[in-house]
């Protein structure tokens, strides 16, 4: 069967900031994160540890009571080859 190219898109996060002047550290952005992006620090204030893990699903960012994080990304684009699965 005949294989066929295609491009995928994906975001990936060029930056995260947790604004420490807004955040009150009350632990919502690492409980709801699902790729455990963030460790907290002493005072357990977020540090963003993993920004290569973060899938920019945003629910850090649309949770913050505070409005304290901001992500901003990019998209990467990526080749991929389409083919019949059941062929394999």
């Not at 002047?21 to 409980?31: F, T």
């Not at 990467?76 to 699965?85: K, L, M, W």
């Amino acid at each position: 069967m005949a294989e066929a190219a295609a491009e995928r898109k994906r975001r990936v996060a060029s930056e995260l900031v947790v604004d420490l002047d807004l955040c009150k550290a009350c632990g919502v952005c690492r409980a709801l994160c699902p790729r455990d992006v963030f460790d907290a620090d002493e005072r357990g204030y977020p540090i963003v540890a993993r920004l290569e893990s973060c899938t920019v699903c945003r629910s850090c960012e649309y949770h913050c009571p505070d409005f304290a994080i901001s992500i901003s990304w990019r998209e990467e684009r990526r080749r991929v080859t389409v083919g019949d699965a059941a062929q394999r």
